[in-house]
Structure formats: structure tokens, C-alpha cells
């Protein structure tokens, strides 16, 4: 049985999937919506974390805003992309990273909190933040165009059934979160959680969105042959329906405050 979005940061080799092709995943990897960007720019924090930076997808986004950020990102590669892109990047997993007593403002986390063993970085979080700091984690959902899912669906149970097509319509938006049992909201160290909503639309050509699909991790764990073949695949689909792949996309971010209490007990996922 698969892990669930809750123990996801379990699964270490999948985590740790990305840094073999950290520079598609700079190329490809879409950034998050400015209107979302400058909301947490608005907050005007003096200091930044980006837990999980990546190759600074978020990070470079704040920066050009004029804000200070400090990346955490467990994964040397995807590090050294960010640096080369401006943004100071210390090397370690948030949960045990040292930051030296200093605290910040603002916290983000851009698709990636689910990375992070849950109890551990709510501990984390309370200890780095500053009073009256916020901690924004986001995630993007994405639903294609129905020419796309149609040609994808048969290549996928043919050549990558086991892969979630987690862009095809569903009856609801699947979450990382369950507003009853967020940890960051029971813990008593932060403000009950605010849920805020991004859509947007892109549209992808056939080398953008076979690119993207290459850096998905249970793409990655196909191994280089499968991989390929599947790519091939839909690199041929897209081209047959008119080669590019439209996508219906929300951002939605999960903002909590740090309320000055001490954290009474770690809380339990």
C-alpha cells in the first residue's frame, strides 16, 4: 500500500529523487502565482526561511521582492542550483538543521512540507519563528485539458500503472492537510490555520510538459528505461493533439501565526 500524504517523509528514497535531475527541475518545475508572492512579501518580514528550497523556487521569488531569505534544503544538488541563483542555502534536513538561535519572520515551504516528518518540523517551526511569525506551507494542484487526459490514461495503464495521474478531474482536490488534524493547529504554539486559494492556467508545450513529467518522483522511480519509454509515449500523444498540454492549476496555502506560547507537547500525527 502506498503511503499516505502523512507519511510521505518516509519514504526517503523518493525524497531524495529530485537532486539526480535538479537542473530540469529548475527548468521545468513551475514557480508559484505573484499574487501569492506578494501576499507573503505584504507580511514585510525582516528575515525569511525557505524550508525545502529546492532549487528556489520560492526563494528567488522573495528576493526579487527585496526580502532576506536563508534556504534549508536537504539535498546538495538541488542546493547548489539555488546558490546560483543568488540565495544563501545552509545543507540539512529542518527537523535537525541548527540555525544558531537566530529567528525569522516568515517561514515557507513550497511543496515540500510533506518531506518533513510532521511532529518534528511543527517543533521545528515554534522554535525558529518569531512571535508573531508566520509559517506558509503550499501546494499546487493541477487538472489538465480533456484531450490530454484522454490520450495520457491508456498510456499510463499500459507503460506506468502504478503512477498516480494526480491531474486528472476528481470530485474534490486532494490536500495534505485535514483542517481537524493539522499539527501546527493543535499544538498550541500557533493560530488556528488559514487556508488560502490561488488559481491560475498555463499552457505547456510538448518538451515543457514531458520535462515536468521526467522530475516527478514517481516518475523517477520508474527506473531510466521505463521512464523513457513512458516519455516517449507522451511526448507522441502531445504532438498528435496539437502539442500543448493546457493546465488548470490552484496554489493553496495553509498559514499559521506563532502565538508567543511555548509548545506544551510535541504533537502526535
Not at 99 to 120: E, K, M, Q, S, V
Request: a negative charge; charged letters at 20%; proline letters at 6%.
Amino acid at each position: 500500500m502506498p503511503p499516505t500524504p502523512q507519511e510521505l517523509h518516509l519514504d526517503r528514497a523518493r525524497a531524495g529523487s529530485f537532486g539526480s535531475v535538479a537542473d530540469q527541475y529548475d527548468r521545468f518545475r513551475p514557480t508559484y502565482p505573484a499574487a501569492l508572492i506578494d501576499d507573503l512579501a505584504g507580511l514585510r518580514p525582516a528575515q525569511v526561511l525557505d524550508v525545502g528550497c529546492g532549487t528556489g523556487k520560492v526563494a528567488v521569488s522573495l528576493a526579487e521582492r527585496g526580502l532576506s531569505v536563508l534556504g534549508v534544503e536537504v539535498d546538495q544538488r538541488m542546493a547548489g542550483v539555488a546558490r546560483g541563483h543568488g540565495i544563501d542555502v545552509q545543507v540539512a534536513a529542518f527537523e535537525g538543521w541548527d540555525a544558531a538561535g537566530r529567528t525569522f519572520d516568515l517561514i515557507t515551504c513550497g511543496d515540500a512540507w510533506h518531506w518533513i516528518d510532521p511532529a518534528r518540523g511543527v517543533a521545528k517551526a515554534a522554535e525558529v519563528l518569531a512571535a508573531g511569525g508566520t509559517i506558509a506551507r503550499f501546494w499546487t494542484t493541477a487538472v489538465l485539458g480533456e484531450s490530454a487526459v484522454a490520450a495520457f490514461d491508456p498510456i499510463y495503464r499500459k507503460f506506468a500503472p502504478e503512477v498516480a495521474q494526480v491531474w486528472r478531474p476528481s470530485g474534490s482536490t486532494p490536500r495534505f492537510h485535514a483542517s481537524r488534524s493539522d499539527l501546527f493547529a493543535l499544538s498550541g504554539a500557533f493560530s488556528p490555520t488559514e487556508m488560502r486559494t490561488y488559481p491560475w492556467e498555463c499552457r505547456l508545450s510538448t518538451d515543457e510538459w514531458v520535462g515536468r513529467a521526467a522530475t516527478i518522483s514517481d516518475h523517477q522511480r520508474l527506473g531510466p528505461e521505463r521512464l523513457q519509454t513512458l516519455l516517449q509515449s507522451l511526448r507522441t500523444a502531445i504532438d498528435e493533439f496539437g502539442g500543448t498540454v493546457h493546465s488548470y492549476n490552484e496554489t493553496y496555502a495553509l498559514l499559521n501565526q506563532r502565538s508567543g506560547k511555548g509548545l506544551a507537547q510535541p504533537p502526535r500525527p
